[in-house]
């Protein structure tokens, strides 16, 4: 794992933590999945479902969207790590619900 996918894997991980301690949104299937595949395999695993995740709809109703791996996939520092498809998917699911 280089650094890039170590930083990923830490927001992952900050993700659950803050939507715990700011929603009161305890993402325990997140956490699991992040910890026994990785916050990359679980990133891309997301991403490519045909159904946004509960936890996504979740921070959506809570406004807090910049907590979803959607809007860590679109991050610059994280480029790297994905595909343009994987980038593009998640811009279209992150402006989808910002529209609805």
Do not use: C
Request: net charge negative.
């Amino acid at each position: 794992m280089n650094d890039t996918e170590r930083r990923f894997e830490r927001a992952m991980v900050d993700i659950y933590l803050t939507a715990k301690r700011e929603l009161g949104y305890n993402a325990t299937r997140f956490m699991q999945m992040v910890s026994e595949r990785g916050g990359l395999a679980t990133a891309r695993q997301l991403l490519w479902s045909d159904q946004p995740s509960d936890g996504f709809e979740t921070l959506w109703r809570h406004g807090r969207l910049d907590l979803s791996v959607e809007a860590h996939v679109v991050k610059e520092e994280f480029a790297e790590l994905f595909t343009d498809e994987d980038r593009e998917r998640a811009r279209t699911r992150l402006d989808d619900l910002r529209r609805a």
